[in-house]
């Protein structure tokens, strides 16, 4: 007989936890992957406008992976 385990962490389809987000160092800033503030990850704020939105496109591509 086989049990079926339900995993603890969420999945990457599910919503994401509250966080805090604190103050972060004057080099770097928050960047979100989702609507509304969901998903906060912090890049370096020198980049270019261009930059930051190809950093974005491709991490929100593999949000799967660092969620």
Known sequence: DL???KPKNQSFKDEPPEVELK???P???????GDNGKWPV?????????KKTTL????KTRKKAIA
């Open 3 to 5: 049990k079926v385990v």
């Open 27 to 33: 080099y770097l800033e928050y960047a979100f992957l």
């Open 56 to 59: 974005i496109n491709v991490l």
């Open 23 to 25: 103050e972060l160092p």
């Open 42 to 50: 912090i890049i370096a704020k020198d980049l270019s406008s261009n």
